[in-house]
C-alpha cells in the first residue's frame, strides 16, 4: 500500500513538474506582433539610450538628459540613439508622402549636433520630381551653442515688424552656416543631376566641384573666395 502511495505522489507531482514547466515554455513564447506609439530601450538606471516611435511620441534631442528644447516637438518616425550620460548622438528615419519623401542616418558630434550625415530628399515640382541625395559633412562650434544664440535672437526681435523680423532671421542664418555650423563637403546627386564631389572653405563656401554633368562630361571646378569659376578640367577632358 505505501509503495502505491509513493508511485501515486511521484506521478502526481512529475505531473505537476511537467504542467509548471509547459505553462513556462507557453509564456517564453515569441509575440507575432508590438504595437506601441514608443519604444523606450532603458539601462538598470533608467538612462535612455534607444527611442523608436511614431512622430508624435518621438523623444526630444537632449544633452545629459536636458531636451535642448522642451516645448518643440518632433515630426518624424526614427530611431534615435543616446549615450550613457543621456546625450542624443544620431538616429536614422524614414518619411514621406505622395508629394515628398526623405530620409537619413545622422551622426552627432560631441555635445553638439549632427556633423557626418547620409540623406536623401525628394519632393514633387509641377509634374517633375525634384532629388538629391549623398554624404554630408559639417563643422560645428564646441564652445558656442545655436540654441543660446537663437534665444538671444528671438528677444531681440520681438519688438519688431515682420519684414524686419525675417531680415534679422536670414542674417542670423548667414552667421551660423559661416561661423558655427559650417557646411564642408557633399558627395553625391544634386538637385540639377550633377553626379560628384563638392567641397566648401572654412566659411561655407563653395571652392572645389570634381563632377559629371548631365550631359556625361566630367568637370572639375574651382571657385575663388568671390565666387569666380575657373574651369581647369573639362575642356582637356572633353
Known amino acids: 500500500m505505501r509503495k502505491i502511495l509513493l508511485t501515486i505522489n511521484t506521478m502526481v507531482l512529475l505531473g505537476i513538474v511537467c504542467f509548471l514547466g509547459y505553462q513556462h515554455v507557453k509564456s517564453q513564447e515569441i509575440p507575432k506582433e508590438l504595437q506601441v506609439e514608443r519604444l523606450s530601450i532603458v539601462g538598470p538606471d533608467g538612462n535612455l539610450y534607444v527611442s523608436i516611435s ?20 518632433r515630426d518624424l518616425p526614427g530611431l534615435i540613439f543616446f549615450n550613457r550620460v543621456g546625450d542624443e548622438v544620431g538616429g536614422i528615419y524614414y518619411d514621406g508622402n505622395d508629394e515628398e519623401s526623405f530620409s537619413g542616418i545622422t551622426f552627432d558630434q560631441q555635445k553638439n549636433d549632427q556633423i557626418l550625415a547620409i540623406m536623401k530628399d525628394e519632393y514633387k515640382h509641377g509634374d517633375e520630381w525634384k532629388r538629391w541625395y549623398g554624404m554630408f559633412l559639417r563643422e560645428r562650434s564646441d564652445s558656442i551653442r545655436v540654441k543660446t544664440l537663437f534665444e538671444q535672437l528671438k528677444e531681440d ?11 534679422a532671421y536670414l542674417k542670423f542664418k548667414k552667421y551660423i552656416d559661416s561661423e558655427i555650423n559650417v557646411y564642408r563637403m557633399f558627395l553625391g546627386r544634386e538637385e540639377n543631376k550633377n553626379v560628384g564631389l563638392f567641397l566648401y572653405d572654412s566659411k561655407g563656401k563653395e571652392r572645389i566641384k570634381i ?4 550631359l556625361d562630361v566630367p568637370r572639375i571646378t574651382i571657385i575663388d573666395t568671390l565666387g569666380n569659376e575657373k574651369r581647369i578640367a573639362h575642356t582637356i577632358l572633353e
Open 54 to 73: 511614431n512622430p508624435e511620441q518621438q523623444a526630444l534631442a537632449t544633452t545629459h538628459g536636458v531636451p535642448h528644447y522642451p516645448d518643440s516637438k
Open 157 to 167: 526681435i520681438k519688438d519688431l515688424g515682420e519684414e524686419e523680423k525675417q531680415k
Open 211 to 214: 563632377y559629371v554633368d548631365t
